[in-house]
């Protein structure tokens, strides 16, 4: 079954405690994506990737790393995690889409990590 | 700076009644723009974007570049429309951008 899978699914940590969330897909997909999704706020880019290797920042990169070693995997690390960054993070993948033309493929989301940092 | 804005964080609508849900954005160039939906308990999926001018579970959404707006219509409502709706775009660096969201309430 085509899937983007995350995990944990619920974490509950403390500031300053390392942490990573992983996302997979199984579709190889070229473009992955995280976000952030806070009440009011809908849902922000914090990072993406169009390839192996190669990540960009999004709206609200501050307090996140990601890497792409794999193409299947795009983890999230929070190296020192405050409780601002609480929060509801969906990974999402898709094909890559050209530049310059308006080929946009559908992005597949997971099913969202909770996160509570206290 | 681009930005996507949905003005509505609620609306309620009757059973039967047209449905239209605002989007408009901020973009310097040529805009893609998408809805995507969350059902209650379910993932985030793609609704429809602008550049294929089709028609998903009986909504449309014309993009009006006068209006800078993209907003997302169905004739008569049904309940099992009602969810989250997010109004998205993407920028020329690939950057994805998506509305605060706009929660629909289908009334019986």
């Known amino acids: 079954e085509a899937q983007v899978t995350q995990n944990p699914r619920y974490l509950i940590t403390v500031t300053g405690k390392k942490l990573t969330v992983t996302c997979s897909q199984n579709?190889?997909?070229?473009?992955m994506s995280w976000y952030r999704q806070d009440p009011g706020l809908g849902l922000r880019q914090i990072y993406y990737s169009m390839n192996v290797e190669v990540t960009d920042k999004g709206d609200v990169p501050e307090g996140y790393k990601v890497s792409r070693k794999e193409k299947r995997n795009f983890p999230l690390i929070l190296e020192s995690p405050s409780p601002n960054q609480t929060s509801l993070y969906f990974c999402?993948?898709?094909?890559?889409?050209?530049?310059?033309?308006?080929?946009?493929?559908?992005?597949?989301f997971g099913p969202g990590t909770r996160l509570t940092v206290l | 700076a681009q930005r996507v804005t949905q003005p509505e964080k609620l609306l309620s609508v009757f059973k039967g009644a047209p449905v239209e849900l605002k989007c408009n954005y901020s973009?310097?160039?040529?805009?893609?723009l998408f809805w995507y939906v969350q059902y209650s308990r379910q993932r985030l999926q793609l609704l429809l974007r602008?550049?294929s001018r089709e028609s998903i579970k009986g909504f449309t959404a014309d993009l009006n570049k006068g209006e800078t707006s993209f907003h997302l219509k169905k004739p008569f409502a049904q309940e099992e429309d009602s969810a989250m709706y997010y109004c998205a775009l993407k920028d020329r660096d690939d950057k994805i951008i998506f509305g605060k969201g706009t929660r629909l309430h289908i009334l019986p």
């Open positions: 999402a993948s898709s094909l890559s889409w050209t530049t310059g033309t308006s080929s946009y493929n559908e992005q597949f």
């Open positions: 602008h550049i």
């Open positions: 973009y310097s160039g040529s805009p893609e």
């Open positions: 579709m190889n997909h070229e473009y």
